[in-house]
């Protein structure tokens, strides 16, 4: 990297990545993040500054309150000095959180706090898998995080879900509120959850079309893979879309996979002799159609497992809340 380079953490650079969107004219309903970026206040701070609505996830540490806290400008006592003739350290003088008012650890909240414990689990449809569909535990409440200063921020909303078959707990925070400019907990759970897609992007990248596979040196060098790698994995994308759409869910659907694999089919065979490349295209669709037709037995059978489990709980999920797309909020 150049001298005259500044050194960027991963959430300052994510911010200079959101400010150029912006710049750009791009409009976003709403971000969404893991716990690693949800873990720095900066970040958050920034995008409130910039008005952006957020659904992220949070560290089970992550500090604050569900009741806002009063706050005074008074400062402490002074402490009686201790054995050794020393005194307890006193606080600046500025505003604090008024003593009683001890901030907690998410976790706890979701574990002990009253506001949680009155609560009964909302089951809700998250989405749908090729494992069949998957169903969370949820409850919310207001909330205040802790800033820099340790004094509550403007309200939020925090979100504990809970996996009810593998007992996964996650953690989330809003600064959008259900009930407010036509917000709905299931909008704000369709964004919490919706990360996934944007990580099965990034797997497809690097395992299909090596994203994570160079062997150069120099910035500029990785631009060109990136670009490179990004340019064939939307082609792939929209090649998919065009042969295969979603709109019925009972037709066998290419993958991936199959995409990047029969582009290199055709590909490798462009200059063989017509018999050479005609015996390259049945190979090809003998292996696509042996994992379509596997690829839906994997999916029946998945699915029908995943039902029982949640019909073992006395879970329907045709009959729960649901936050799929075609759902209405």
Not at 289 to 303: F, L
Request: glycine share 6%.
């Amino acid at each position: 990297m150049p001298d005259d380079v500044e050194f960027l953490t991963k959430p300052q650079i994510a911010v200079t990545l959101i400010d150029r969107a912006l710049s750009n004219g791009i409009v976003v309903k709403a971000w969404t993040f893991d716990e690693f970026y949800g873990a720095n206040g900066e970040f958050l701070n920034a995008l409130e500054v910039r008005g952006q609505a957020f659904v992220g996830e949070v560290p089970s540490i992550f500090h604050g309150w569900v009741q806002k806290p009063p706050v005074t400008s008074q400062p402490l006592k002074k402490r009686k000095k201790k054995p050794n003739g020393k005194r307890n350290r006193r606080r600046r003088a500025g505003l604090r959180v008024k003593a009683g008012h001890p901030v907690s650890q998410v976790r706890n909240l979701a574990k002990y706090s009253p506001v949680f414990q009155k609560q009964s689990w909302q089951k809700y449809l998250i989405k749908g898998t090729q494992k069949g569909p998957e169903v969370w535990a949820i409850k919310w409440a207001v909330f205040w995080r802790k800033n820099e200063l340790g004094l509550p921020g403007r309200r939020h909303i925090l979100i504990v879900a809970r996996n009810v078959l593998t007992g996964e707990v996650k953690y989330f925070i809003s600064n959008r509120v259900p009930g407010a400019k036509g917000i709905s907990l299931r909008w704000i759970l369709r964004v919490a959850f919706g990360r996934w897609s944007v990580e099965s992007v990034f797997r497809e990248a690097k395992d299909e079309l090596g994203l994570d596979h160079y062997e150069v040196r120099g910035w500029r060098c990785v631009h060109r893979h990136f670009f490179l790698t990004q340019l064939s994995q939307l082609f792939c994308a929209r090649t998919r879309q065009a042969l295969a759409p979603d709109s019925n869910p009972e037709e066998i659907r290419l993958t991936f996979e199959q995409v990047r694999s029969a582009m290199n089919t055709w590909l490798q065979a462009a200059d063989l002799k017509p018999p050479a490349r005609k015996a390259h295209y049945e190979k090809e669709l003998r292996k696509q159609h042996y994992h379509q037709q596997r690829n839906r037995r994997a999916r029946v059978s998945h699915t029908k497992t995943r039902r029982q489990q949640l019909a073992d709980l006395g879970i329907n999920p045709d009959k729960i809340k649901s936050c799929l797309v075609h759902e209405t909020s």
